[in-house]
């Protein structure tokens, strides 16, 4: 069977069953935005990659500089979903034989901007030929064991919040990972789930849903928005938003609304409820999953 | 300037000026084989990661199952030449659209294949879509801080060993990463330093010499080779040996020779003599490294 058949979720279900974990010391691995490993007694390592490939995730009209800023983004956000603080990343990089040093030096500004930002470091990776451009960078990073937001611990009656207003312009390439705003949380509340919305706000609830065997209402009225000319169908299934999607208990979100930072959007019902959207004339509608996929 | 013309050495350069490290926490970065990391009292931490891309590394006449043999072998083998113990692994697939799922099931049992030999796990990745299948593994492992072999601590007159013969058949398909040797080695003997010949013999043994700013002699008459019709120059040159080179001071050579379980092919010298060859009619010659090169 083609995998375009049965679809990258298909065949992420497959990977799962494959390479079951034996080893006590893997928390998380497939199931979650990073993997979640024993580190030491205070602190968990966060082990996660991500791959952009030309004329797929990118094309070369986008200056280098973008691609490279982009390429990193991606995996610092995927850190962010966990709470985690960025520390080490390797580089590896398909390149075709035309392109040109000064093109590769751009990519590495790119790289190098969030550096500055979140002082991680780059220590190494490779290089292989490539008939289009690819970009895989994986990273570690390491969270306090008892500040981790999974993906499978959200609780019936959470409040959802998102950390900005959907829809920017040109967010696929200009936009922040949370690693800030994802520790501010962690530190001063308590976050039941948590991960990033670069897939789109419905497929990426939706795994929170799944992992954590509940449901979940969200209002449109409540969904942040850009000025932009698209309906919330679309804002709610497009990808590469990058904000985080968190969940909290009805006493902790107090608290945060009274901050006036983050956006409550909806809550966590059960499962049997399943996952609906309420409209902006307060009709219910079943949410079907749309969100970004490679197949 | 286009990087054909750099060369792929010449690149790396560019990129260690343009990524120097700062946290004192990163041992080594881009100079060894594995990013070597601080990380407890005991233990560092090794982070690295090979590509392959189909159509330059590997081609699909080869068994998927294979494929993934060697994906992940290439990897281990990085692990190795630190004497490192592979711990946990993430795989990025760059995945082209007509590629079946049980293909994708034969990769993964040949990336699988090492798991029941070196209890390793594979936490994780990243999916996306490309024209070719490109397959990119990050592993991470770990050492005693004691242990670790550099490429930059190769001592004058150490005795240089390799692990076993040259120029198997089908080498670069049925190697065997040298976990259990480089852990043995390093349990029972001092070794300086050490490096995989997975770029050729007179390349890699060159970057230990770069490196630890020191010279080396090594004799053909000492160099093991299975039976082959090519001659010591490709022998020496070719790429994807995966065998491991090491050196050790000449009084922990003697322990090791009484072994009879690796091969003694030279000595280090000062950096002014340069890299020679003693050819098998004893005459000296300058070695011109030609190995495996992307670019």
Known sequence: MRISRIGEFGLIENIKKWIKHKDISVIKGIDDDCAIIEFDKKNYLLFCCDMLVEDVDFTREIPFYLI?????????????????????????????????????????????????????????????????????????????????????????????????????????????????????????????????????????????LKQSNVGAVIYEKLIPTFKTKKDIETIINQGEEFELLFTVTPKEAKRIIAKKLYYPIGQIVSGDYGFKLIDKNFKEKDIRIKGFRHF
């Open 68 to 208: 490279g800023r982009k390429a990193m983004g991606v995996v610092l956000s995927d850190i962010a979903s966990k709470a985690g603080i960025p520390k080490y990343s390797l580089i590896s990089l398909g390149l075709p034989k035309d392109i040109t040093l000064n093109s590769i030096k751009e990519l590495y500004k790119g790289f190098k901007f969030w550096m500055k930002k979140f002082s991680f470091e780059i220590v190494g990776g490779d290089i292989s030929r490539a008939e289009r451009l690819i970009i895989d960078i994986s990273m570690l990073g390491r969270v306090e064991k008892e500040k981790v937001p999974l993906r499978s611990n959200a609780k019936l009656n959470d409040i959802i919040f998102i950390t900005d207003r959907l829809g920017k312009p040109k967010k696929h390439l200009y936009f922040l990972p949370r690693i800030k705003e994802a520790r501010y949380l962690v530190n001063n509340f308590s976050i039941n789930s948590m991960i990033d919305i670069s897939d789109g706000l419905t497929q990426d609830l939706n795994h929170i």
